[in-house]
Every structure is written in structure tokens, then in C-alpha cells.
């Protein structure tokens, strides 16, 4: 885990809050411990995601080539750079711009806490690592929440885009409320009122225009390439069909908070999006295999980023 004043510099952060302090070794253990047994745990509940489903998961990967589950593994890595690259463009515009390294290991790492039950965990492992360079808390934990209604803003448009409006024109429902929460002015009184709320500090900068937009940018990429991922597994409807496939299935998993990563109900809806062009068991297959996927997409993210982070550090 890196310290350097270099970094702190970077992140921007306020010198009550987000400067670097010397700890003690026990407690540098203990935290070193805390993390080790989150990583722990979250691995164990991905790999139980694996498991519950081992029979199913071998059915579908035998219906696919090693070349199409090669391609949409590495689709799954070019979202999950995207999302990264989201997170990282809202945490500078909110002053604490990180090295690209720095960054990746302290999304993808967080990350793996979305497998773990309870909806807080990613963002606290997000908000600890970051602090470690420099970034505070609120601000870590502001560019966390402020990825929600941007993905789910650009997944519904998407959607609309691909699937069609007869179809789908009731999203259009929700889309006024998404945009509204991506005004700038909105999300700063938002943060304002709830830090001021949670009696923390305000953000030192505000959220701009370019910077929300720069995040819809690689937001509207990532969703792109989760089309691929889901083209490769199931051809069958065409890529812009995939493309909206995913991304309705993966907004309606993330609006059930409790449900660790959309777990089931990122599935139930691919099943009931994809019925037009597979039978309800080969689109079963193709839900579960997509999961799994990701969730290797997730793992090797987060074990790249902590290597090369690990390396820039010694």
C-alpha cells in the first residue's frame, strides 16, 4: 500500500482529512488484516456464485467455443475498465485526481466487495484504500453514488436505443428523473445537503459539467463492450440486441440493493429479454454463463491492479 507524498499531492485532498498519517504497526496490522479478510470474503462469496450454480454453468460453457469465451472475457475486462475510468474521472473532477495504477487497484479491489451481502461494502473498501493516498472519505464515497444513476441514466438510454421504444417506452418514464440527477447543480446541493447532514465537511470542489459528461462518455463505452460480451455467448439477436440485453438486465439487478452484484435478478431478466430469440433453457445458459464470465472479468481486474500497484509502490 503506498504512502508517497507524491500521491497525496494528487489526490488533493484536504490536510484534515485526506493527508497521509503515520500509523502505528499494530495498526497498520490490524488494518492489513481487516483487508486481507474482506478479500477473503468476498472471494468466497464469488466462488460460491460459481458453485451454487456448477451444473448449469458447465451445460452452458459447453455450448461455447474456448475462442467466443475467450472474446467475452476479455470484453468483460474493457467494461470494467470503462466503469473504472467513470469512478476515476469523478473523483478527480471532485479534486483528487489518482495515477491510473493507483486507481485501478483501489476500484477493482473495492469492487470485489459487491459479491459480499449488504449494499455498503464496495464503497468502504473504496473510501479505506483511498484515504491511503490521500483522498477522503466523502469524496471517495461521493464518486461511488454518483456512478449509480449515471449507469443506470446511460443504461436505460441505451436500452431505448437498441431494444426499441414500443417495447420498452415505459423506461422513458424514468428518464427525467435520471437527468435531472445528472445536473451538475442538483448532485452538488444533493452532496451538500448530505454531508452537512452527516455533519462531515463540504466537498472542497464541485462536480462540472465536462466532468459529467467526460463519465457518461466512458460509461456509454463500457456499456458497449458488455455487448460484445453478451453478442459472443448468444449471436442470436445481433449485437445492438445484446448490447440493450445487458444493459436493462444488469439496470434492473442493481436497483435491488440487497441482492449482492444483481445476484438472480440480473438473470431473471436477461432470461425474460432474450425469450424472443432463445428457448427459456438455452437462455438460462447463456444468463448464467454471462454471470460467470464477469465474474472471472472481476477477479482478474482486481488481481492485474493490485500487482501493478504493488510493483510502482517497491
Not at 82 to 101: C, H, I, K, V, Y
Not at 186 to 198: E, H, M, Q, S, T
Not at 254 to 283: C, K, N, Q, W, Y
Request: proline share 5%.
Amino acid at each position: 500500500m503506498s504512502e508517497h507524498p507524491r500521491e497525496a499531492a494528487l489526490a488533493g485532498g484536504s490536510a484534515d482529512e485526506g493527508a497521509v498519517k503515520p500509523s502505528r504497526p499494530g495498526r497498520s496490522l490490524a488494518k492489513k488484516l481487516v483487508r486481507f479478510g474482506f478479500l477473503l470474503v468476498a472471494l468466497g462469496f464469488g466462488g460460491w456464485a460459481v458453485a451454487s450454480q456448477w451444473d448449469a454453468v458447465i451445460a452452458g460453457f459447453a455450448r461455447l467455443s474456448w475462442a467466443a469465451l475467450a472474446g467475452s472475457l476479455a470484453a468483460v475486462v474493457v467494461a470494467l475498465l470503462g466503469a473504472m475510468l467513470t469512478w476515476r474521472t469523478l473523483l478527480a473532477d471532485l479534486g483528487s485526481p489518482l495515477p491510473l495504477r493507483p486507481a485501478a487497484k483501489v476500484f477493482f479491489v473495492g469492487q470485489l466487495g459487491k459479491y459480499i451481502p449488504g449494499a455498503v461494502w464496495p464503497v468502504l473498501a473504496q473510501m479505506e484504500m483511498g484515504r491511503d493516498l490521500g483522498v477522503p472519505r466523502s469524496r471517495s464515497a461521493a464518486a461511488f453514488f454518483l456512478m449509480m444513476p449515471i449507469q443506470l441514466a446511460t443504461g436505460l438510454l441505451v436500452t431505448l436505443g437498441t431494444l426499441g421504444w414500443d417495447r420498452y417506452g415505459w423506461l422513458l418514464l424514468l428518464i427525467p428523473l435520471l437527468l435531472v440527477l445528472l445536473e451538475p447543480k442538483v448532485i452538488n446541493a444533493l452532496i451538500a445537503f448530505g454531508l452537512r447532514r452527516l455533519k462531515r465537511e463540504p466537498l472542497e470542489r464541485p462536480l462540472t459539467r465536462r466532468g459529467m459528461l467526460t463519465a457518461l462518455g466512458w460509461a456509454l463505452a463500457g456499456w458497449t463492450a458488455y455487448g460484445v460480451h453478451l453478442y459472443l455467448i448468444a449471436p442470436q439477436g445481433g449485437l445492438l440486441f445484446a448490447v440493450g440485453a445487458f444493459a436493462l438486465s444488469w439496470c434492473l439487478g442493481i436497483m435491488t440493493f440487497v441482492v449482492p452484484a444483481g445476484a438472480g435478478v440480473r438473470e431473471v431478466a436477461m432470461v425474460a429479454v432474450m425469450a424472443p430469440h432463445l428457448d427459456r433453457g438455452s437462455a438460462i445458459a447463456v444468463a448464467l454463463s454471462s454471470r460467470i464470465v464477469i465474474v472471472l472479468g472481476d477477479l482478474i481486474c482486481a488481481g492485474l491492479a493490485g500487482i501493478a500497484a504493488r510493483r510502482d509502490s517497491v
